[in-house]
């Protein structure tokens, strides 16, 4: 059974860091790429950043570039978003998400979330 599961969040200052963690679990993810989206209070999910487990460059959603920072674990099973000079706006619950497709591509699984609120 795969699982996605996403730890880090919390309540943060803006112009602080916080770093979320997805660990996962229940099958291979060498040929998967690993992402992360979010959704605010009455907004769409968004994608956030996307990275494949077997190499290339993280992308990154416009509105986060130059401030998070995804990269992936050594051992193929957790990925990290580093999200620094947060904003308010990036209040959300973040979702750590699997793609056997690529990085901008369909996701297949999902973690539960975990919220993220940035007072200004």
């Known amino acids: 059974q795969v699982q996605l599961v996403e730890s880090g969040g919390g309540l943060a200052q803006a112009g602080a860091s916080l770093t979320l963690s997805c660990a996962a679990s229940?099958?291979?993810?060498?040929?998967?790429?690993m992402g992360w989206f979010r959704q605010a209070p009455e907004k769409e999910r968004e994608f956030v950043a996307g990275?494949?487990?077997?190499?290339?460059?993280?992308v990154y959603a416009e509105s986060v570039k130059g401030r998070f920072i995804l990269s992936r674990g050594y051992a193929e099973t957790t990925v990290f978003l580093q999200m620094n000079s947060l904003k308010p706006e990036d209040t959300a619950v973040y979702y750590c998400?699997?793609?056997?497709?690529?990085?901008?591509?369909?996701?297949?699984?999902w973690g539960q979330g975990t919220q993220v609120t940035v007072s200004s």
């Open positions: 990275i494949r487990w077997n190499g290339g460059s993280a």
């Open positions: 998400a699997a793609s056997s497709n690529g990085p901008l591509s369909r996701y297949d699984y």
């Open positions: 229940g099958r291979r993810f060498s040929s998967y790429a």
